[in-house]
């Protein structure tokens, strides 16, 4: 999960953020924290315990009826092709942006090394199968972190920054902020500066309302897969919690350094171009045996995305399209002939829709806003009876449309456009789950009994089992309260602010004895 979310575009994309913005900047993904670690207590068990094979699938697990054969077939194409390819679109486009400077390849020739390295991708992922893609993603994480690690060290130390205590003398005060100025205004500067209310916003219903690869509210996708895939829920649960650690607290400093060095060395970059001040401080500072191994880093990066993407792909356009509504009968031999030729044509589509993409930021505001809203169905139908098929099917083609309206009637921008389509959505699917009926009694009764969620059900699962949702709750506090305190302690240690880095600290103590107090009570590993 850590490897697959470090693809070749997120130290670009991080560049970006705190070139334009600062470190405050990073907000836009760092408040997704509370999210994963809400997946992390309330359902990494959940999805070990449903024995399914991948998200998608769960759908006819929960809800019953021609509507959920509807939905599951939908989202198989909706998911495995339509979305995937964009995903895959962004990251062929860092890719080659990377390319081009180091190499100074022309557009034609980066899209064809791009799709050589997807192809090797491709062919050990149809090969290997997912396990062969998580052993490459774990050898592949290594040689990422390694080689962004060593650049932020060589930059760092470069003498036109003089190492940690230059770069904090040379950069604008406000790019050293952790927190966004909450005045309303443009900052002249660069910082971001916005109201309290929409920081609040972020902060408070980004991560739960909006679906978005890798950080579905309640997990799915790629992060399902591989929680259903451990051998028990208690290996899912620490998994994930792993996940959430490593991806906010281990990963983003070497990128936010050499964010923040890019300010200082490549000051002529355009808002645009800012994203490339990181690979042009690969080509200037890393001395040649070096820039080797940063490039292998970044094709590391690259194909441990892909090939996850790839075979998360094929997994639901085979189990959950072809065997499902095609050939029920399909055996396992012409699964895994199907889901090899599925993963070529994805490779090809792929390619193809990169060529139509022109800009990494615009996919990532359409993926977020094309599924806001969604995200309080995909959460209550594991806990709450009356959710049913039609709330999902609701909720995941509202925000499309109310993402057209936004954009294309009111003219609004995000993250206007953003609220308003989670407020339409939510009140749709409401409106939709009280108009329509409730699923089935006996599927419903057959659901609790296989998965035991708690919350509310008319049935009861294992009284013996069931996990106390109170002090699941304070594990997930406590967890966040954590993470968040070791990402800003280690900030405010490496920019030299001690004493600001002191309450982090404590904090981070605090979270921690709430986290292992509340795992302690609650059953969720028995």
């Known amino acids: 999960m850590v490897a697959t979310t470090f693809a070749a575009d997120t130290p670009l994309a991080v560049t970006e953020l705190v070139g334009q913005h600062g470190i405050s900047g990073n907000w836009l993904w760092w408040s997704y924290l509370m999210g994963g670690m809400l997946t992390t207590f309330f359902f990494a068990r959940l999805w070990r315990r449903a024995q399914i094979l991948t998200e998608v699938e769960f759908i006819e697990l929960r809800y019953s009826g021609k509507q959920a054969a509807f939905l599951r077939g939908f989202k198989a194409v909706y998911l495995g092709l339509f979305m995937n390819v964009l995903v895959i679109g962004w990251v062929n486009l860092a890719l080659m942006s990377l390319l081009q400077v180091f190499f100074g390849l022309s557009e034609s020739s980066a899209l064809l090394y791009t799709a050589g390295a997807m192809a090797l991708a491709a062919t050990y992922s149809s090969l290997g199968g997912l396990w062969g893609v998580a052993v490459t993603d774990a050898l592949q994480f290594f040689v990422a972190m390694t080689g962004t690690i060593v ?8 003498p036109e920054i003089g190492g940690l205590e230059g770069l904090t003398n040379k950069v604008p005060d406000w790019s050293l902020d952790f927190f966004p100025r909450l005045n309303g205004q443009t900052d002249i500067a660069g910082a971001l500066s916005i ?19 890798g950080m579905e509210p309640g997990g799915g996708g790629y992060a399902a897969q591989r929680m259903m895939s451990v051998k028990k829920e208690e290996d899912a649960l620490y998994a994930t919690l792993f996940f959430q650690i490593a991806h906010y607290c281990l990963r983003p400093w070497p990128w936010i350094l050499v964010g923040l060095a890019a300010m200082v060395l490549y000051p002529e970059l ?19 045996g070096w820039r080797g191994l940063m490039l ?8 441990s995305t892909i090939s996850t993407q790839l075979n998360w792909g094929a997994g639901y356009l085979v189990n959950d399209g072809y065997k499902r509504f095609i050939r029920p009968q399909a055996d396992d031999k ?25 800009s990494i930021s615009g996919v990532w505001t359409f ?28 909720a995941t083609v509202t925000p499309i449309i109310a993402y057209a309206l936004a954009h294309f009637v009111f003219d609004w921008d995000f993250p206007n456009s953003f609220f308003f389509t989670v407020g339409t959505t939510t009140v749709v699917w409401l409106l939709v789950t009280f108009l329509t009926k409730p699923e089935n009694e ?16 008319p049935y009861s699962g294992d009284e013996n089992n069931k996990p106390k949702l109170g002090y699941l709750a304070l594990a997930w506090m406590g967890a966040t309260v954590l993470t968040y305190s070791v990402l800003f302690a280690t900030g405010k240690w490496l920019l030299f602010s001690f004493y600001d880095a002191l309450p982090y600290f404590i904090s981070a103590i605090l979270g921690l004895i709430a986290l292992k107090f509340a795992m302690n009570k609650t059953k969720i590993l028995s």
């Open 151 to 158: 650049l932020a060290v060589l930059v760092i130390r470069s």
């Open 195 to 213: 109201s309290f209310g929409a920081f609040l916003a972020y902060v408070g219903v980004q991560w739960w309302a909006s679906w978005y690869p």
């Open 270 to 288: 355009s808002d645009g171009d800012l994203k490339l001040g990181y690979v042009m401080a690969m080509r200037d500072y890393l001395p040649s």
């Open 296 to 303: 292998v880093a970044f094709f590391a990066a690259y194909m």
């Open 334 to 358: 012409e699964q895994v002939q199907v889901s090899r030729l599925t993963t070529v044509a994805l490779m090809l589509i792929a390619l193809y829709a990169t060529t139509q993409m022109e």
């Open 367 to 394: 993926l977020i806003e094309c599924g806001a809203g969604l995200g309080g169905v995909l959460i209550l139908r594991w806990y709450w009876w009356r959710i049913n098929a039609w709330s999902e099917i609701s």
């Open 442 to 457: 006996e599927h419903l009764k057959a659901f609790v009994l296989r998965v035991n969620p708690g919350g509310w059900w």
